[in-house]
């Protein structure tokens, strides 16, 4: 069974900093690309960034670019998101997802598993 926990969401003024994580089990995790979502009540799921299975390739939306990095341990099994100068807008609820064909990462429907989300709260 896969499962992926995403952990480290928080409240956090704006300007500040959070860490992300995600676990993942079940899973050869290091064939798989794995992305971060982002989603706010009443829109529709976000892209925010993307790993591929190596590490060595990352994509990001424009809207996060320079202020975000995803990085992955595969001896640990895990994918981070650093999230520096956060702004208001940043408040969602973010989720981890892995993807075996990154063609289009950008898509939330091209993700087989995803975890349940952690919530990400920017105050002004």
């Known amino acids: 069974q896969v499962q992926l926990v995403e952990s480290g969401g928080g409240t956090v003024q704006a300007g500040g900093s959070l860490r992300l994580s995600c676990a993942a089990s079940g899973l050869t995790f290091s064939t798989y690309g794995m992305g971060w979502f982002r989603q706010v009540p009443g829109k529709e799921r976000e892209f925010v960034a993307l790993?591929?299975?190596?590490?060595?390739?990352?994509a990001y939306a424009h809207s996060v670019k320079g202020r975000f990095t995803i990085s992955r341990d595969n001896a640990k099994n895990t994918v981070y998101l650093q999230m520096n100068t956060l702004k208001p807008e940043d408040t969602a609820i973010y989720y981890c997802?892995?993807?075996?064909?990154?063609?289009?990462?950008?898509?939330?429907?091209?993700?087989?598993?995803w975890g349940q989300g952690t919530q990400v709260t920017v105050s002004s």
């Open positions: 790993i591929r299975w190596g590490g060595g390739d990352t």
């Open positions: 997802a892995a993807i075996s064909d990154g063609t289009f990462y950008y898509r939330p429907n091209e993700y087989a598993y």
